[in-house]
Structures are given as C-alpha cells and as structure tokens.
C-alpha cells in the first residue's frame, strides 16, 4: 500500500477528496502517479479518473510541466486529452 511506503503524503485526504468527488484532481493525480512509480507499485493508469471542471482545475493542467502532463495523459477519458491538449495548446 503506498501509504505505508510513502509517509510525506496524507493520501487519506486524496481518498476523501475520491470519494466526495468521485475522482481526483489533476495535481492529485500527479503527485499520486509519481509517487507510484517512485515507489515501484503496480497499477494500471486506466483506473484512476481526474476531474477539471472548475476553472482551478484547468489551471492545474495548464501549469503542469510536460512530463508531469505524460504522467497523468494514460488516466484520461478521450474528451479530456482533446480538452487538456487544448487548454495547454499542444495542438
């Protein structure tokens, strides 16, 4: 369990935040992908869904640096990557 291998993160908040909002947001998702990764647990990207719906939201995918945005893009529907790629202008 990554809470147990990582103790720098509360990611009970994140489970909070998931089960109010029924999916996390994207500097959530970053940090918690990275953080899997790190520390070498297997998980499938598909699982995890990312809100941004509030204005907040699309300023934390615009903010985001290019690899952080890699990191998250396999946890998107289709409709997010047209809209994230449009928010960062990627096009």
Request: proline fraction near 2%; charge should be positive; include cysteine.
């Amino acid at each position: 369990m990554l809470s147990e291998k990582e103790t720098s993160v509360d990611f009970e908040t994140f489970i909070g935040y998931l089960n109010e909002h029924g999916a996390f947001t994207p500097n959530q998702l970053k940090l918690l992908m990275w953080k899997l990764d790190e520390n070498q647990i297997e998980h499938r990207k598909t699982d995890y869904k990312m809100k941004m719906r509030r204005d907040r939201e699309k300023d934390q995918i615009r903010k985001m640096k290019q690899f952080q945005f890699n990191k998250i893009l396999p946890c998107m529907t289709s409709q997010q990557k047209v809209r994230c790629r449009e928010l960062r202008n990627d096009d």
